[in-house]
């Protein structure tokens, strides 16, 4: 974990960042890279598949964001535990968060009858909705493993082991990318399935996780060091614990990216299969820079976590300053890399047609433009979130949503007449002006004194 009595230097600061976080990107980025080769394969089935997959993979996840954002405060629960010395609670808290995970079946059982209606309100073309329908249906099973995923790997994040699930996504991923290439062109036996065979090779690939993480959760070292076999039990307390800060959390989550599905399929969507290409291969390369950050998110949470635990406030500032400079000057370049050769990328990975190619490239320049900014949201809200300041950012989140990127986005769309490239401008406003907010949030300090465990709480009370 971290060293408090290593001396401070220079150094510090960017060697526990990336000790932490270093893992958990290399995580993120192996999903990325499953999802980009995703993308790559299902683009030589046609224009309209790659349309197909990336709106409803975008819709699979955000329906399931909230029930992950819940779950994925466990490492909040679990690091602040680590840092008071109280290892048996790092347990008992994640498995609070499995319970939780299991209620994304009924998530699932809901959203299968209503999904027809749901895909058939989006404004695109007939063939886009049959299939994009094939791959949502598919996925719906995956969503307790998700879940579960999600609470497993916020305890080893919390204890300072991010190299677990990080061994464990990279082999998933890598199943997912050998199963996909089996079941989507039907190779040495197998069933030529299309874009159902892509939705069903990552559910199998989500199994497999689900099981490696839990073999190493309740293993001897994991269960010598915290009791895991022994802590199953139901905790009402801590379960209401987790819900108080998790419930606010999976709302932002859930609300910020369900607003950017609203933003994808029914605004750029609305301008018809190219656009919606366009768009999708857009967010292709830019989600190789944002999982990435997503993993300093992550590492941040735990690390702020830790040293609230320990009553180092100064050590939790420093540390996330230092990676909001890695993040900032990572997803910069990254941005300027796609900008200058944003044409050349969509035309080699994803398709030859020029307006696609044309259009997307434009979209990259866009994202140049706010990389900068999303990398202070990404890292500015990780670090509130091992604070457990959620309720704060899910009210500002709601605000800036609904009064800021939607409404600028359809004006700029539809009434001003630029279509997909004015939803995008009024989208990097937004960006822009959320990391203001966020970061004088976090500068200001007032995350601080939220207490997140109940006797904390009573004995302020008291």
Not at 303 to 330: H, N, P
């Amino acid at each position: 974990m971290l060293d408090l009595n290593a001396p401070e230097t220079r150094w510090s600061g960017v060697r526990e960042v990336m000790g932490m976080s270093g893992p958990i990107i290399l995580g993120s980025l192996s999903y990325t890279i499953m999802l980009f080769v995703d993308n790559v394969m299902v683009a030589r089935l046609g224009t309209s598949a790659l349309a197909a997959v990336g709106s409803a993979g975008l819709w699979t996840f955000i329906l399931g964001c909230f029930i992950l954002g819940v779950v994925g405060c466990v490492s909040t629960f679990v690091a602040q535990s680590m840092g008071r010395g109280a290892m048996d609670n790092c347990a008992r808290y994640t498995w609070q968060g499995i319970y939780v995970a299991l209620l994304a079946a009924v998530l699932a059982l809901v959203l299968w009858p209503i999904s027809g209606p749901l895909f058939r309100l989006m404004p695109h073309p007939p063939e886009v909705i049959r299939l994009e329908l094939i791959y949502f249906r598919i996925r719906l099973p995956g969503y307790v493993m998700m879940a579960m995923i999600t609470a497993l790997a916020s305890f080893f994040q919390g204890i300072g082991r991010p190299g677990i699930p990080m061994v464990v996504a990279i082999a998933a991923n890598l199943a997912n990318v050998g199963l996909n290439y089996l079941l989507i062109f039907g190779k040495f036996g197998f069933p030529r399935w299309g874009i159902g065979g892509a939705a069903t090779a990552t559910v199998m690939a989500m199994v497999l996780q689900v099981v490696l993480l839990f073999f190493i959760f309740l293993s001897r070292p994991v269960h010598d060091r915290f009791g895991s076999r022994g802590a199953r039990a139901f905790d009402r307390v801590k379960a209401r614990e987790l819900l108080r800060i998790g419930v606010p959390a999976g709302f932002m989550f859930f609300m910020d990216v369900f607003n950017w599905g609203i933003f994808s399929s029914f605004i750029v969507g609305y301008f018809g299969a190219v656009s919606l290409a366009s768009h999708n291969a857009s967010m292709s390369f830019m989600h190789l820079c944002f999982m990435p950050a997503l993993g300093l998110n992550q590492g941040i949470a735990a690390i702020v976590g830790y040293y609230i635990g320990k009553k180092r406030i100064d050590r939790a500032f420093s540390r996330t300053y230092t990676a909001m400079k890695i993040a900032a000057a990572y997803m910069a370049l990254a941005g300027i890399v796609f900008a200058v050769f944003g044409s050349r990328l969509i035309a080699t990975f994803f398709s030859d047609d020029p307006a696609v190619i044309h259009l997307g490239h434009i979209l990259l320049i866009f994202s140049a433009a706010f990389q900068g900014f999303d990398a202070i949201n990404i890292v500015a809200s990780g670090a509130l979130r091992g604070a457990g300041d959620t309720r704060w950012m899910a009210v500002a989140t709601f605000v800036l949503n609904y009064f800021v990127f939607l409404p600028a986005a359809m004006l700029l769309a539809f009434s001003a007449g630029w279509g997909a490239i004015g939803a995008w401008t009024g989208a990097t406003a937004y960006i822009v002006i959320l990391s203001g907010f966020l970061f004088t949030r976090f500068a200001r300090g007032q995350w601080q004194h939220i207490r997140i465990f109940s006797e904390d709480v009573a004995a302020v009370s008291d």
